[in-house]
């Protein structure tokens, strides 16, 4: 690129740069530049002020609450248009017929006894 021995001597591009910049700052004249004005009190904002504090925080205050009491309600609002379930009777307890030994001649029928999971547990002892 540039070659260490042709420092000294300026390229063809740089020479006609140097010569375009230079005529255009001699076009320049004091015609051409506005007048002097002092610095207003107050620049340009780049972007919108925010709104103060306080009302941001009630506006986020106010917006927290809201999601609160929609999600209350959503909530309430299903359970009450959810149907009950049915209701379910208790199971029976389970009794098996055993045969009672009768003396001969008479006719059998069997008893219900009930199963040994409905008997009441005994205290060890």
């Known amino acids: 690129m540039n070659d260490p021995g042709t420092a000294d001597t300026p390229r063809p591009v740089e020479e006609r740069l140097r010569a375009a910049l230079a005529a255009r700052a001699n076009a320049v ?6 007048p002097l004005r002092p610095p207003s009190a107050a620049p340009h904002p780049r972007r919108p002020a925010l709104p103060p504090l306080r009302l941001r925080g009630a506006a986020v205050g106010l917006l927290a609450l809201a999601a609160v009491v929609a999600l209350v ?6 359970t009450r248009t959810r149907p009950a379930e049915p209701a ?14 009768v003396p001969s001649g008479t006719v059998r029928t069997p008893v219900a006894v009930p199963s040994p999971a409905s008997e009441p547990p005994r205290p060890a002892g």
């Open 29 to 34: 004249g004091p015609a051409d530049l506005r």
């Open 73 to 78: 309600l959503l909530t309430l609002h299903d």
């Open 88 to 101: 379910r009777s208790p199971r029976p307890a389970v009794t098996t017929p055993v045969p009672v030994p």
